[in-house]
Each structure stands twice: as structure tokens, then as C-alpha cells.
């Protein structure tokens, strides 16, 4: 059994009954948008962000679930589907998980208006069954990962980031979601402030690691989920570089920024970038973060009587560092 599988063995009836809700909640009376939401629930990815509804929500109530944690769960991933499918207009993307990305298949402006289409369905299912307090940690959520993109598109043309600012960017554009998961998956079923508070710090701790683990991908040789070198090229700024950037002599900045901002198509320079931040103690330092990032996590379970739902999520913090992909 993959990792995967174990750690969603203890939901496996709940995440059945919501790929039936979720496929139920984009339903249409226009045929073009029921072909297209049927594609894209069957090209469906790891689907880790219910994954962690269901387990915080089961982990802090002694393993219950109602309909607020289904319905919660299936907004969650229509905001989260919609948000992925406007990044592939804006990055012109034609792939994504191996399948055609849909404004490869039906154009940007259908793919611009099923975006907006999946957004107002995830906001109307929680309007239309009261569940304001969910909508409000979602809402957050999104504000949020668009202001990391857009601090990320600001601060990338000038190279000149700070680790602060590094930590706010990744913490909006990526954490942010899975933050809003645990959050919400709690505050489905309790209503303890304190614990929803935990378990929002806790999905935002495992979101940072995984976005370290992202950029530590971008200098090895031997990752499956993106070309070594590609961060590089697309002059993103990640933890390796910003670190060896804000430690390194003047020379050698100028030297790093001429080559990222001048040279990162050129294959010979992006690979001496590599081995520059390599040997300059980079990736070392960022896997030193990440774990760090990682035992935090952790501690925020430790209180949390022992299940199988807990367990579970102990095997996701650390499939998030160890991930080969």
C-alpha cells in the first residue's frame, strides 16, 4: 500500500460520499459546463486538501463528521479547482497532471468563465445552508493567495527578497489553503476556538514545508515533478537562492543576479547558479527550515488523543517532506 493510500484508509467511506457531493455540487443546466466539470472530475490529482478536511475534523471530534464537513470539503475544492484553472490562463499552461489543461481544449475565455462559474458555486453552497463561519475562513484563504501571487510577481522583477518576505509569500500563495482545510474541517465539527485556531497554524506549517520542498525539487537531479533548474529560468525567487543571495559577497550577488535576470535561459549558466547554491550551503539551509517547519507541525498534534486519524496525519506532514514528486 502507497502513502497515499495509508493515509486516507480511515476516511475511505467519507472520501467516496464526497466525490459523489462535489461532482453533485457543479452541476449545471448548460451541457457545455457538465462536459467540461466531468472532465475535471476525472482528472482528479491526490486530492489531499479534503484529505485534511476529513481527518482534523475526525481527529478533534473522536472521529465524527456531518454534512457541514462534506459540504466544507467540496468548497474547498471547487474554490481550490477554480483557482487552478485560472492559473493555467495566466500561465498559458496547455498540461496540467498530464492531462490538457482546459483552456487547451476549450480556450481562455471558456476556461476564464468555469473558473468563475466553480468559484460562485462554492460560495452559493455555503450560503444557501448558512455555513458563514466555513465561508469566512475560505474567503480569507483566497484574499490570500492572491495577494502572495501578486507580492510574488512584484517582488521576483526586483531580486532583491528578503527571507520575511519569502516566508509572507509562501505562506499566502500556498499554505494559506491548507491552513483554510484544517480550520475548516475543525470548525465543521466543534466549537472551540482555540483548536480551530491550532489546527489552522498547523495546516499553514505543513503548507510552508511543502512549498520548501518545492523549491528544494528545482536543484536535484533527480525530480519527477519539475526540471531541475526550471525556478531558475522563470527568475523565481526560492529559499536556496534568497539564502545564498543575502549571504554571499557583493561580488558574487551581482554576479548570481546578472546571470538569473540576463543569462537563465542559458543552460551552462542555470547549471553554475546550481552548483553555486549548492556549494554555498543553500539547499542545506532550506531543509534545515523545512524540517523545522515540520516538527512544529507535529507539536501541535502531540496533545491530540491517539487515532487512527491523527496517525494519518502524522503520515502527511511527513509524506510532505519526503514526497518524491
Known amino acids: 500500500m502507497n502513502i497515499t493510500s495509508q493515509i486516507k484508509q480511515p476516511i475511505l467511506i467519507e472520501m467516496e460520499l464526497f466525490e459523489k457531493k462535489f461532482y453533485e455540487s457543479m452541476s449545471s443546466k448548460v451541457a457545455l459546463l457538465n462536459r467540461i466539470t466531468y472532465y475535471i472530475v476525472n482528472r482528479k490529482g491526490k486530492q489531499m486538501r479534503p484529505m ?7 481527529m478533534v471530534s473522536e472521529g465524527k463528521v456531518n454534512e457541514r464537513t462534506y459540504r466544507g470539503a467540496c468548497v474547498i475544492e471547487l474554490i481550490h479547482t477554480a483557482t487552478l484553472v485560472h492559473d493555467d490562463v495566466v500561465d498559458d499552461s496547455n ?20 473558473g468563475d462559474y466553480l468559484l460562485s458555486k462554492g460560495l452559493l453552497l455555503s450560503i444557501d445552508n448558512g455555513d458563514f463561519d466555513l465561508l469566512r475562513i475560505i474567503s480569507v484563504a483566497v484574499r490570500e493567495m492572491s495577494e502572495g501571487e501578486l507580492l510574488q510577481i512584484e517582488k521576483a522583477r526586483r531580486l532583491d527578497i528578503t527571507e520575511e518576505v519569502y516566508y509572507d ?9 491548507i491552513a483554510a482545510c484544517c480550520a475548516l474541517g475543525a470548525q465543521s465539527v466543534i466549537d472551540d476556538e482555540v483548536q480551530v485556531k491550532n489546527m489552522h497554524r498547523f495546516g ?12 528544494l525539487f528545482d536543484y536535484t537531479d533527480d525530480a519527477i515533478g519539475k526540471p531541475t533548474g526550471i525556478d531558475i529560468k522563470e527568475q523565481k525567487m526560492t529559499l536556496p537562492l534568497i539564502h545564498v543571495l543575502n549571504t554571499c559577497t557583493t561580488k558574487e550577488k551581482s554576479w548570481l543576479i546578472n ?8 543552460k551552462k549558466c542555470v547549471k553554475e547558479v546550481i552548483a553555486f547554491v549548492k556549494n554555498n550551503n543553500g539547499l542545506a539551509y532550506a531543509e534545515q ?3 523545522q517547519f515540520q516538527q512544529e507541525a507535529l507539536q501541535l498534534l502531540a496533545h491530540y488523543p491517539d487515532s487512527p486519524f491523527k496517525e494519518a496525519l502524522i ?11
Open 52 to 58: 485534511f478536511v476529513f481527518l482534523t475534523a475526525k
Open 95 to 114: 498540461r496540467r497532471r498530464g492531462f490538457f489543461s482546459l483552456n487547451a481544449l476549450w480556450k481562455n475565455k471558456i476556461a476564464v468563465l468555469v
Open 169 to 177: 509569500i509562501i505562506r499566502k500563495k500556498t499554505a494559506t489553503l
Open 204 to 215: 499553514e506549517l505543513i503548507g510552508m514545508a511543502f512549498q520548501i520542498k518545492d523549491d
Open 259 to 266: 546571470s538569473i535576470k540576463n543569462h537563465n535561459k542559458d
Open 289 to 291: 527550515k523545512m524540517l
Open 315 to 325: 503520515l502527511m506532514v511527513n509524506y510532505v517532506i519526503q514526497r518524491k514528486i
